[in-house]
């Protein structure tokens, strides 16, 4: 191929194969992320009606998006130079960036033969898993233990403090709202509270320290950061406060439609929660994505190793345009076969499983860990379970969840070092 | 296919009202026995027992319905094991009503013509037992929507009290039956005093198992 055509058309565009290669499947992984993931973060919502299909791709789609840009910078950097210290490579360049895109490789790889035999499998766990595979085989010394120590801790941390998150979250609702005499009453009167609690967690994430790149983000101070979140959060409680009285116009309130009234309310604050999911999904799982892309990218522009600049925007942008157009193209029609399906929990119990689950994922994508959205979403699901909000989880479905976890990384790592092995013995050899 | 898609077990409550339906659709026959008993009518007892043997194994099947089901899913909001218990007690229900035409068909057995008050009286409230459970039974979907809490909740706690009140009734009326014959014991041959011991007898457990359910149920809402 002539990488020249290409480079005249993109003036300064790199078009060199690895690069050219480590963006090809790097969209393709963002394709799949959003193919697949999307109905996670909507489902539900598609579900109870609260939202058409056609609704939830778009707002899935600005979301996820925002959240790749605002917020995925510090899992890309994990990714891209965390779990490897790039700095072992100051003198093989090219071994970094063949080993990277390996790495990408396997987990776009794996990803595909696990979808294809019905197995739920970890992007996220499928990219470490292979660039801590590619660190083994370029040598032990080059993993950040330490780093990889956090991540595999942040594994079981994430989906368990989601539980704990999901069980208190849904106690307070039983407690505030489901026991109480007037459930319709209480569930218009502290839903503005909840929304208030979710805008807040969602802009603060975004303005404190969020987006590295801008400097307006990066210069603010807490107390500024609080004050805004603060302020944009009670706009948005206010808002929820009219949509919650039309609501409440429409509907005849009947003793017994008391408690219809009171899930119609959730249905509607869990539009937000799926909002809250696909933007904490999109902050965490870009970096699956665009992580290796970024430091292929960055080693061929720069010809160093050294990675003291912040990811680079467009990448972020880049991901989450994949992330779009896989959800688009692909997550209508998972979307559209899935609200038929989930009648198996109500909209209060979806609210507090969804806010658990992206408040683990968010403050994990903050904290630069490269968490799984499932499994948080999951462990949101364990925690109302456990106050007895839900009355069955497939048996099946559970054990297929562990087993993957299981097994993840060391096949992306094996996949990686293969994969690697063959660049090493017929390219860069 | 999404994760989320496979992850939630259909929930029981649905084949669980079922069940008990079709349980209290073979104790609802036992007042057309009764009545076709005071006829004398033994075609007609032999056409009820036929129907209630279809009945009772079209709830055996829904039983292991559930059965399956369950072992297929993690049960969260209720136990896996007071299902089961709760499954096995309706079952006794279903199988001391039939038992009752059994008896009735094992021999011409007429009622005498006194006993007839209060052999029908006891029959209602028999099959009136085991109607409350059945009200208790649809409402367990509705329960596990608010998570067995609230208003609704302690309203079918009060009518499985009820249950046992009732039960308590049918007791009283199985006592005053028997006290009945065996005032007239000198009208009535050996052999048919022994039949109308047994047919108290099977009338009585129907009442009692249906409470049983109920105390089952119970422990299924309260959780523990």
Redesign the interface.
């Given at each position: 191929m002539d990488h020249s055509l290409l480079a005249a058309a993109l003036p300064g565009w790199p078009a060199h194969p690895i690069v050219i290669a480590a963006v090809v499947i790097g969209f393709y992984m963002a394709w799949n992320i959003g193919a697949n993931d999307v109905a996670n973060a909507m489902g539900t919502s598609v579900g109870s009606k609260a939202l058409t299909f056609r609704q939830a791709v778009v707002v899935a789609a600005i979301f996820e998006f925002a959240g790749a840009v605002l917020v995925g910078s510090s899992v890309t950097d994990t990714v891209r130079q965390g779990i490897i210290n790039p700095n072992d490579f100051a003198a093989t360049p090219d071994v970094l960036m063949y080993g990277m895109l390996s790495a990408l490789l396997a987990a776009a790889i794996w990803l595909n033969v696990a979808t294809y035999f019905g197995q739920p499998v970890s992007t996220t766990h499928s990219i470490v898993g292979g660039v801590f595979g590619f660190g083994l085989v370029a040598g032990a010394s080059s993993i950040s233990w330490s780093t990889m120590g956090r991540i595999v801790a942040s594994w079981f941390i994430s989906p368990v403090a989601s539980g704990l998150l999901g069980m208190l979250v849904f106690w307070l609702i039983l407690k505030l709202i489901i026991r109480a005499k007037d459930p319709d009453l209480n569930a218009a009167r502290y839903a503005p509270f909840f929304v208030f609690v979710v805008v807040f967690v969602l802009v603060l994430s975004v303005i404190y320290k969020g987006l590295k790149s801008v400097e307006f983000f990066r210069e603010m101070q807490l107390g500024v950061a609080l004050g805004w979140a603060a302020g944009i959060a009670v706009v948005g409680s206010i808002f929820s406060w009219f949509v919650i009285a039309r609501i409440a116009r429409e509907m005849a309130i009947t003793e017994d439609a008391k408690f219809t009234f009171t899930e119609r309310i959730f249905a509607s604050l869990q539009i937000l929660t799926a909002c809250y999911v696909a933007f904490a999904h999109g902050a965490n799982d870009v970096a699956n994505a665009v992580g290796p892309l970024a430091a292929v990218y960055h080693i061929h522009t720069q010809g160093t190793v050294e990675m003291s600049v912040g990811v680079p925007i467009w990448i972020l942008a880049f991901g989450g345009l994949g992330i779009v157009a896989g959800l688009i193209m692909m997550g209508w029609r998972v979307m559209r076969t899935i609200g038929t399906k989930i009648t198996e929990i109500t909209p209060s119990r979806g609210f507090a499983a969804q806010f658990a689950g992206a408040t683990a994922v968010l403050v994990c994508s903050r904290m630069g860990m490269p968490v799984s959205t499932t499994h948080c979403l999951v462990g949101g699901v364990m925690g109302v379970a456990l106050v007895r909000g839900v009355t069955a989880v497939d048996a099946k479905t559970v054990s297929n969840i562990f087993v993957s976890w299981i097994i993840t990384v060391p096949i992306a790592a094996v996949l990686t070092i293969v994969i690697y092995g063959g660049f090493w013995l017929f390219v860069i050899r | 296919?999404?994760?989320?898609?496979?992850?939630?077990?259909?929930?029981?409550?649905g084949a669980l009202a079922e069940h008990t339906k079709k349980v209290h659709d073979c104790v609802k026959l036992l007042t057309p026995l009764a009545e076709a008993l005071i006829e004398g009518d033994h075609e007609a007892i032999e056409k009820l027992h036929h129907r209630m043997s279809k009945t009772e194994h079209e709830a055996d099947q829904i039983k292991n319905e559930i059965r399956e089901q369950?072992s297929?899913?993690?049960?969260?909001?209720?136990g896996r094991h007071e299902i089961l218990k709760f499954l096995s007690a309706q079952d006794d229900v279903a199988d001391a009503a039939e038992d009752f035409a059994v008896v009735m068909r094992l021999r011409k057995t007429a009622l005498h013509p006194d006993l007839k008050a209060d052999f029908q009286e006891f029959v209602k409230q028999v099959v009136y037992v085991s109607s409350h459970l059945l009200e208790v039974a649809d409402d367990l979907a509705v329960l596990?929507?608010?998570?067995?809490?609230?208003?609704r909740t302690q309203h079918v706690l009060e009518t499985i009290e009820k249950i046992s009140q009732e039960e308590w009734e049918a007791d009283k009326l199985q006592r005053k039956f028997a006290t009945h014959y065996y005032e007239i014991e000198d009208q009535l041959d050996p052999t048919t005093l022994v039949f109308y011991d047994r047919y108290c007898q099977r009338l009585g457990e129907v009442a009692n198992c249906a409470e049983k359910c109920a105390k089952l149920l119970r422990t299924l809402i309260v959780?523990d």
């Open positions: - | 296919m999404s994760l989320l898609q496979k992850f939630f077990g259909t929930s029981p409550f369950i297929k899913v993690f049960l969260l909001s209720i596990a929507e608010a998570s067995f809490e609230g208003d959780g």
